[in-house]
């Protein structure tokens, strides 16, 4: 009946993320009485343009607190959406937009919208009967994704000194989701092991991988390929590496200074070091090697290295696709990191991953270093068949969830289940 999915009510609150920052929950009722929720994540290496996060300011939580935001689901989202069918995405976000008014979504706030827009989409999936991945993929959303998995956390997530952000497992040579996973854990443990046979610490940073000090990147990288062997696997074959470079606030007018070390470099140099340590160890994948305004660098260093490996756009691209467009144009990365709370709405994540696709573009769903128990990428990345997920190190349980909620969806599709493995590879 027409009527089980029209908005009854609607309301936000505002909840603790993974580093106990306040973040907002949408919650919304249908007529027929179904009741779903959806949360929102928040990064800490935040690029200049994704949408806008609203913060009240002032003395709670630091200013962090997101009330101002919450009230905004209340009124005025609610009475705009009151009797709105759920199933009718496009318009629900459409309608958002067009009250807020705003490029960046900075009037009602793109955490509020967010969180109404998957809130929605989750009752739309209840109402009828379906798991999420099902009602947005249908029967074509099939593709477990490849789990990029964070195990040494480095940048702004981790009080250690390592200046690239995020050091990531890929365990491409598993036949199945779940085997990629146990790879991925084993690797971990293995790495957590060796950490502690060398006095190194195991204590984890943001996203769960360990941060413990080392010399430099080489020493991180030659740690993770002696774990991989250690679990028993086979570097570059079984598991390769991939990296989250994170430079955008690296550049200080046109040289890239390492925030920890202090050293720096030209954007050349830069590349050539990238291009050394991919030659070098099984890299398969760097984002942001260069800064986010940078698209004739990313062009650069896409002709450089996109041959061989995926050269990823996460701060260039913030999951905008005008941005996205003018990085086709350039030849820009041939990535592109797919984080909703970049762009605000359901739609245009959906739109942004179209776009990808049709032009070749890799396509990683991402979490955010501030996370929730929300689970919404994980179904997202198997309804769009993206490929690819970034959700942090098979550990603390705002990271587990995504994994544990990829495996329910691989015991429900059962035969049907395809794992790409080493088919999402570039040239290596
Ligand atoms: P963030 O980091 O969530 O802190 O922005 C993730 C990333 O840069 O990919
Ligand atoms: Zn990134």
Same mark, same amino acid.
């Given at each position: ?78 009475? +705009? /959406? ?8 496009? @318009? ?15 009037? /009602? ?20 009967? +379906? ?24 940048? @702004? ?8 952000? @995020? ?23 293995? /790495? ?14 943001? @996203? ?12 991180? /990288? ?47 140099? +830069? ?134 909620? +990829? ?22």
């Amino acid at each position: 009946m027409k009527q089980d999915f029209r908005i009854a009510s609607l309301y936000g609150m505002q909840i603790l993320d993974s580093r106990g920052t306040p973040t907002l929950r949408a919650c919304v009722t249908l007529e027929g009485g179904v009741e779903a929720w959806a949360s929102v994540p928040s990064g800490a290496s935040t690029g200049k343009f994704e949408a806008c996060e609203l913060r009240d300011g002032g003395e709670a939580y630091g200013g962090k607190g997101v009330l101002r935001a919450a009230g905004h689901i209340a009124d005025p989202i609610a009475a +705009l /959406l009151k009797g709105q069918d759920v199933r009718d995405q496009q @318009e629900i976000d459409a309608r958002m937009r067009a009250m807020d008014g705003t490029e960046q979504k900075s009037n /009602l706030g793109a955490n509020a919208m967010l969180a109404v827009s998957l809130a929605c989409a989750h009752a739309a999936a209840a109402a009828s009967g +379906l798991a999420l991945y099902r009602y947005l993929g249908g029967v074509h959303g099939v593709t477990l994704p490849v789990p990029m998995m964070n195990i040494f956390n480095g940048g @702004e997530h981790a009080g250690n000194n390592v200046d690239i952000q @995020e050091f990531m497992v890929m365990p491409v040579g598993a036949a199945r989701f779940s085997e990629a996973l146990r790879m991925g854990v084993e690797v971990y443990h293995a /790495l957590g092991r060796l950490l502690h046979a060398r006095g190194l610490s195991t204590a984890v940073g943001d @996203e769960g991988g360990y941060a413990p000090n080392v010399d430099n990147e080489e020493q991180a /990288l030659q740690l993770i390929v002696e774990a991989i062997e250690q679990a028993g696997l086979r570097p570059g074959q079984d598991v390769c590496i991939a990296l989250d470079a994170a430079t955008s606030d690296w550049l200080q007018q046109d040289r890239y200074v390492f925030p920890k070390k202090g050293s720096s470099m030209r954007a050349e140099e +830069l590349l050539q070091y990238f291009s050394y340590l991919a030659d070098k160890y099984p890299i398969v994948s760097i984002e942001d090697p260069l800064a986010q305004d940078d698209f004739e660098g990313f062009a650069h260093a896409t002709r450089q290295l996109g041959d061989a490996i995926q050269v990823v756009g996460d701060d260039l691209f913030v999951t905008n696709t005008d941005r996205l467009r003018c990085g086709i144009q350039a030849g820009s990365a041939n990535a592109i990191l797919i984080k909703p709370n970049q762009i605000g709405t359901l739609s245009e994540t959906l739109e942004a991953v179209r776009v990808a696709v049709r032009h070749g573009y890799g396509t990683i769903l991402s979490h955010r270093s501030g996370e929730t128990e929300d689970t919404t990428i994980a179904d997202i990345a198997v309804a769009t068949n993206a490929g690819q997920i970034k959700t942090g190190a098979p550990a603390r349980s705002e990271r587990t969830c995504k994994y544990n909620r +990829l495996l329910a969806i691989e015991r429900m599709l059962g035969d049907a289940a395809i794992y790409p493995g080493r088919g999402i590879l570039r040239g290596k």
